[in-house]
C-alpha cells in the first residue's frame, strides 16, 4: 500500500515539474494601470470638480492639474466667495486656486504635520485634524479668517467614536 502512495506522488511531482517551463527569459505582459480616483483632498474635490470633469481630473496626473482645471478652480472660488480676496496663508484667488488644483496631500519632513494647527498649514494630516473647518476658514474667512463668520465652520468638532491608541487607530465601525 505504502508503494502505491509513493508512487502516486512520484507521478504528481513528474507532472508538476512537467508542467512548468523556463519562462524566466519570457516578455513581461504589459500592464496599463489607470488612475481612477484622485482624493488627497476630498472635500476640495468635489466642490470644485464639476460632475462632467470628474473623470478627466481623476485621470490627470497632478503636476497638469493646475494647467488644466485652474481657471475652473477660480471661476468656482469666486462664484462661491465673490468678495475673496486672500485668505489666511495671504495667497490670492490664482495662486490659491493652483494649490488646491493640484490635488496631493503634502507632508512635513521635519516639524508638524497636520493640516492646520494655528501655525503650521497644510503640512500633512493628522487623524484628529478639523479638515472641513480648515478649509472652509481659507475659502471664506479672509486674510485673518473672521469674515464670514456662519460659513468657517461645519461645527463638527468630533467624532461619534473616538480614535484608538494602537494601529490601525481608527475606531470599529458601529
Sequence with gaps: MKLKYVNLLAVGA???LGACNNDDDATPMPVTYVQEDQMARPAINTV???AGDKDTF???IPSAQN???GTKFKDRLLALN???TTNLLGLDAATFTGVLSTDVLSVALSGATTFY???HVLTGRKLNDDVITVELILLFGG???TANPMLTDDHVDANDKGFLDTFPYLATPH
Design 14 to 16: 513528474l507532472i508538476a
Design 48 to 50: 470644485f470638480v464639476s
Design 58 to 60: 481623476n485621470g490627470t
Design 67 to 69: 494647467a488644466a482645471f
Design 82 to 84: 465673490p468678495g475673496y
Design 117 to 119: 494647527d494655528g501655525t
Design 143 to 145: 486674510p485673518d479668517a
